[in-house]
């Protein structure tokens, strides 16, 4: 589709919303799988907890909890860069 040469593309923050929640609700649930199948990786799955308030490995209480937070950092990074970058993208054409 092509675009008009003084029109900026913009950015969908619906779209961009489910699409970065899927993404780091299935990062999540791979690195969940992979704490549960290969405990022998050297990877610091306790680093959750940084970017997860309340995660500790690893119960069903905070496995849900741990996706509903990463499905919530997606939509958070959506609805704050994608009107920024929308706004700022409509100030340079």
């Known amino acids: ?3 008009d040469r003084h029109q900026p593309a913009l950015i969908p ?3 961009s919303g489910f ?3 899927l993404f780091f609700s299935v ?3 791979l690195c ?3 704490y549960l199948f290969l405990p022998g ?5 306790s680093a959750l907890a940084i970017f997860l308030p309340g995660f500790q490995l690893l119960s069903w209480k905070t ?3 741990g996706l509903g937070e990463a499905f919530g950092w997606g939509w958070y990074i959506a609805l704050v860069f994608g009107p920024l970058y929308n706004f ?3 100030r340079s054409a």
């Open 27 to 29: 990062s999540y649930i």
């Open 41 to 45: 990786l050297p990877v610091q799955h």
């Open 32 to 34: 969940i799988l992979g």
């Open 88 to 90: 700022l993208a409509s």
């Open 13 to 15: 923050v619906f779209t």
């Open 1 to 3: 589709m092509p675009h």
């Open 63 to 65: 496995f849900l909890l």
């Open 19 to 21: 699409a970065l929640s």
